[in-house]
């Protein structure tokens, strides 16, 4: 996998999601419609963009003690742990905070943010990067959602990965693009605005398109590693779309740029938000006609042909191992298993 360079030669690597070490135990069964979910998208949430900028029901709603608060802390979320029937901290579970109980915590945050609602119960995220390390503690523990996703119930985790965006975005769009003057928050959270009344540029937030492809020659997947990957790790290819082209030409020539290989019959699998920092990642398939490969970039470590039998009896260790469970790549994975 590779980040297109381009003339400026950017250098960006897709971000591709990094294995833990596990038991493989693929979910070949799972009925069609659990396969098109992914983790970290945000499914019927209702986002209710028509409230964004209705200042009187903001207001309401942070008064409100049914109200959930999402404190973030330099990206991190506040999470608390299921004490399990077993050992270990249990099940990490998204820690929301009543709105009217922590009125403080409203008023000290550098930005809020309408998540949506829940039936009548709004959402918010707040980020709380200003708080000093002390300060942050005594609310909980803030993990990194990168670490914990995966074990989360999968609504909880998509929530955090939608306020994790957002924040990233805000904390990197503090100044205005166009005449370089600080920035505001606008529309709850879904805006920034140029705050020198002679620009008034609005910004609104982005994300980073990634192509993810799922290569097949016959009856074997392609799977490939790249050095910088823990020791076993394997996926799919992977990279950024550039300007100027549409995803299917993202995927045969990013396959091409990696190893050396053209593909033809490209279709759409699925997408998945991709929050680590700010990605949509793009699923397809596609079919090569050889399996010759060439590793030309220098970005693959090393690429190989694989059966289902392969990957059925992946040892899961520092030899060979796949895409963690939360992946769109471990999705198109599981997927080609039960074809």
């Known amino acids: 996998m590779i980040a297109p360079t381009g003339p400026a030669g950017s250098g960006r690597r897709a971000p591709h999601p990094i294995s833990r070490p596990s038991s493989f135990q693929p979910s070949i069964f799972w009925p069609k419609t659990e396969m098109q979910t992914l983790f970290y998208a945000t499914g019927d949430f209702d986002r209710r963009a028509d409230r964004r900028e209705d200042q009187i029901w903001l207001r309401e709603r942070l008064r409100d003690p049914s109200s959930r608060l999402y404190p973030l802390w330099h990206m991190r979320h506040l999470i608390a742990h299921e004490v399990g029937s077993g050992h270990g901290l249990g099940v990490p579970r998204a820690m929301a905070l009543d709105a009217r109980q922590h009125a403080d915590l409203v008023a000290r945050a550098e930005t809020i943010i309408l998540l949506g609602v829940d039936g009548e119960v709004a959402h918010f995220a707040l980020d709380l990067s200003s708080l000093d390390e002390q300060s942050a503690a005594t609310l909980g523990e803030f993990q990194e959602l990168r670490a914990i996703g995966a074990l989360m119930p999968q609504r909880e985790g998509a929530l955090l990965a939608y306020a994790r965006g957002l924040a990233y975005w805000h904390q990197r769009h503090r100044y205005c693009g166009t005449c370089g003057a600080p920035t505001e928050v606008k529309a709850a959270g879904h805006q920034r605005q140029c705050t020198d009344q002679a620009c008034s540029t609005v910004q609104f937030p982005r994300t980073d398109p990634a192509v993810i492809m799922r290569v097949t020659c016959g009856n074997r997947i392609l799977m490939a590693r790249q050095a910088m990957w823990p020791q076993g790790m394997h996926s799919v290819l992977a990279g950024f779309v550039e300007p100027g082209e549409s995803l299917e030409d993202a995927v045969i020539r990013e396959v091409l740029e990696e190893v050396g290989v053209r593909v033809r019959n490209v279709r759409y699998f699925a997408s998945q938000p991709w929050p680590f920092p700010a990605s949509l990642m793009l699923g397809f398939t596609a079919e090569a006609d050889d399996e010759t490969l060439h590793l030309q970039d220098g970005e693959i470590e090393e690429a190989r042909w694989m059966t ?31 074809l």
Do not use: G, K, V
């Open 308 to 338: 289902r039998l392969d990957l059925l009896n992946s040892p899961e260790d520092a030899t060979f191992r796949l895409p963690r469970t939360d992946s769109i790549s471990r999705r198109l994975i599981e997927d080609w298993l039960r």
